[in-house]
C-alpha cells in the first residue's frame, strides 16, 4: 500500500479551503502547502494553521521548507511552528525540508530578497544540522549546541508536540551529498519529477547509506512528486496540451515523461512501476487544481488501489 499525498499552492482562499477539505474527505494520506517567496503562494506556515483547522484525516506540512539562512528558516523557529502546527493539528503535522535547486537563477532569486544562498554543500550541511537541533527542541530539555553554523545554549521549547518524539522529517534531495543527508538524518526521503527507474537508481543510493549507518531499511520512507493528468482516450491530447500551456513547457519536455497521463487503468499501472521501483509514498498535483474534477476521479478509480490508511505517530503526554 502506498501513501498517496496531494500537493497544493495557489493564493485564492476560498478555492484553497474547498480542495483541501475535498483531500481530507476523499481519503489521500497527506496534504502539503508550498512554502516560499514566489508569487504563486501565501505564506507557508501561516497558511498551514489555517488548513489544520479545516482538515481532520491528513496528515499535513510544507511541501518543503528551508533552513540554510535564519531568515529561510532558523532551526528554532521551524521547531516551534511545527510543533504548533502538530498541536493545530491533533498530531498530524510533518517536516518537509529542502536542500534548494543548483542553478544560478534561483541563488539569484534568494539573495534578491536578502538571503543567503550558500554553495550546496554549505547548504546540507546547515540543514542536516538544523534537523539535529529541532528534534533536540523537541524534547523539551534545555539545548546546548555549540555547531558549525546554528548555536543555542539553553534553549528549551514549549509546548512540545503531540506527537513522540516529534514530527516525522523529510528531507527532499536529488543529488548524490542530498540522498546521504537524506539517509543520515531524516525519517524519509522525497524526489520530484523523476521515472520509475531514475528514482531506482536514487533509492539503491539511499539504502546503501541507510545500511552503512546501520539504519532501519523498512520503516524509512521514500515518495516522489508527480504530476497527474487525468484523461480518457479522446479528450487526452487537449488534456497534455492545456499541462504544457500551463507549465510553459515545450512538447519533448523531461516533465511529460513522469507526469501520470490517462485514464485510471493507465495510472494505476504507471504507480504500479514506481512501487516496484522503491516508492512508498506519492505526492501529486493536480493539472486542474484548483478544480475536483481529476482529484474526484483519481480518488473513484486509482486511490482504492494503493491508499494505505492514514497513521498517526505515538502521542506525547500533552495530547
Known amino acids: 500500500m502506498l501513501g498517496v499525498g496531494v500537493q497544493t499552492w495557489g493564493t485564492e482562499v476560498g478555492a484553497l479551503r474547498g480542495y483541501w477539505e475535498a483531500i481530507d474527505e476523499l481519503g489521500f494520506t497527506r496534504i502539503a502547502y508550498g512554502d516560499g ?17 479545516l482538515t481532520r484525516r491528513a496528515r ?7 533552513a540554510f539562512d535564519a531568515a529561510a528558516h532558523h532551526p528554532s523557529w521551524l521547531a516551534k511552528r511545527a510543533a504548533t502546527l502538530d498541536h493545530l493539528s491533533g498530531g498530524r503535522a510533518e517536516l518537509r525540508l529542502g536542500i534548494g535547486a543548483a542553478d544560478a537563477e534561483t541563488a539569484r532569486i534568494w539573495t534578491g530578497y536578502g538571503i543567503a544562498y550558500p554553495d550546496p554543500r554549505v547548504r ?39 506527537q513522540d518524539p516529534g514530527p516525522p522529517v523529510w528531507i527532499a534531495a536529488m543529488g548524490p551529498m542530498a540522498l546521504a543527508a537524506a539517509a543520515r538524518c531524516a525519517d524519509g526521503w522525497e524526489a520530484s519529477y523523476l521515472t520509475p527507474a531514475a528514482f531506482g537508481t536514487r533509492w539503491a543510493v539511499v539504502h546503501d547509506h541507510l545500511t ?12 516522489v512528486e508527480l504530476d497527474v493528468i487525468m484523461a480518457s482516450a479522446t479528450d487526452l491530447a487537449g488534456a497534455r496540451e492545456a499541462f504544457r500551456r500551463v507549465r510553459g513547457i515545450p512538447p519533448d519536455h523531461p516533465l511529460l515523461e513522469t507526469a501520470l497521463v490517462g485514464d485510471g ?55
Open 212 to 223: 552503512a549507518h546501520g539504519r532501519p531499511v523498512a520503516s524509512f520512507r521514500r515518495s
Open 265 to 319: 487503468a493507465t495510472i494505476a499501472a504507471r504507480i504500479a512501476e514506481y512501487a516496484a521501483a522503491g516508492v512508498t509514498d506519492l505526492m501529486l498535483g493536480f493539472a486542474d487544481f484548483p478544480a475536483l474534477g481529476m482529484l474526484e476521479r483519481f480518488a473513484r478509480e486509482v486511490l482504492p488501489s494503493f491508499a494505505r490508511p492514514v497513521t498517526r505517530r505515538r502521542m506525547g503526554p500533552s495530547a
Open 124 to 162: 546540507i550541511a546547515m540543514i542536516e544540522e538544523a534537523v539535529t537541533v529541532v528534534r533536540a527542541l523537541w524534547t523539551g530539555e534545555p539545548v546546548d549546541h555549540p555547531g558549525p553554523h546554528w548555536r543555542l545554549r539553553g534553549a528549551t521549547l514549549a509546548p512540545k508536540p503531540v
Open 60 to 66: 499535513l506540512g510544507p511541501a518543503v521548507t528551508y
Open 37 to 53: 517567496l514566489g508569487h504563486w503562494t501565501l505564506d507557508g506556515w501561516t497558511t498551514l494553521g489555517a488548513l489544520a483547522t
